[in-house]
């Protein structure tokens, strides 16, 4: 019988002692991560889940004239390290959901919902691979860039909004 009052006052103990551990790492957790539920931002168009309109100067927009560029394409015609590089020239951050990549022969790469930071880049792989937040693969099984073809940047109404020559 004492054993098990001692037993059932340890698991009372383990219990509380649990409880109080989670409440300090969440209110650790939310100190550091603020909830910034006063200005919501879709990543789909500006809106919230409402339907009202979130504020404009905070926005991201999703066409962009003039606002990405293809810096570069590497490795062409080898997939094991083909690869094209996209950066944001622009003031505003753009969402790339909806955006594509497509050459000459009509390969087109889909972006996914994706927010894009002034001066930020994003590198798309030819080849399969994880996405994570600066590199995105394509998951072809060969080569798509070879010189001199054109690869074109379209927005998501399908207006380029840039392209390059691979050298």
């Known amino acids: 019988m004492k054993t098990r009052r001692r037993l059932i006052s340890f698991i009372l103990l383990n219990i509380l002692v649990s409880a109080a551990t989670m409440l300090l790492i969440l209110s650790i957790w939310s100190a550091s991560f603020p909830n910034n539920s006063q200005n ?14 979130a504020p404009q100067d905070n926005a991201p927009i999703s066409a962009a004239s003039g606002q990405l560029e293809i810096t570069r394409v590497v ?10 590089e996209i950066l944001h020239v622009g003031e505003q951050e ?26 930020g880049s994003v590198i798309v792989f030819t080849k399969a691979g994880m996405d994570i937040v600066v ?3 394509w ?29």
């Open 94 to 119: 753009i969402v790339l959901e909806g955006w594509s990549l497509v050459d000459e022969q009509g390969n087109q790469y889909f972006f996914p919902n994706l927010k894009l930071a002034s001066q």
């Open 40 to 53: 919501p931002v879709s990543l789909g168009g500006g809106e919230d889940n409402s339907g009202a309109a």
């Open 135 to 137: 590199e995105l693969y």
């Open 75 to 84: 490795g062409a015609g080898d997939l094991a390290s083909e690869r094209i």
């Open 139 to 167: 998951g072809l099984g060969g080569p798509v860039w070879e010189s001199g073809e054109v690869a074109t940047l379209l927005d998501p109404s399908g207006t380029a909004q840039a392209t390059y020559t691979v050298p």
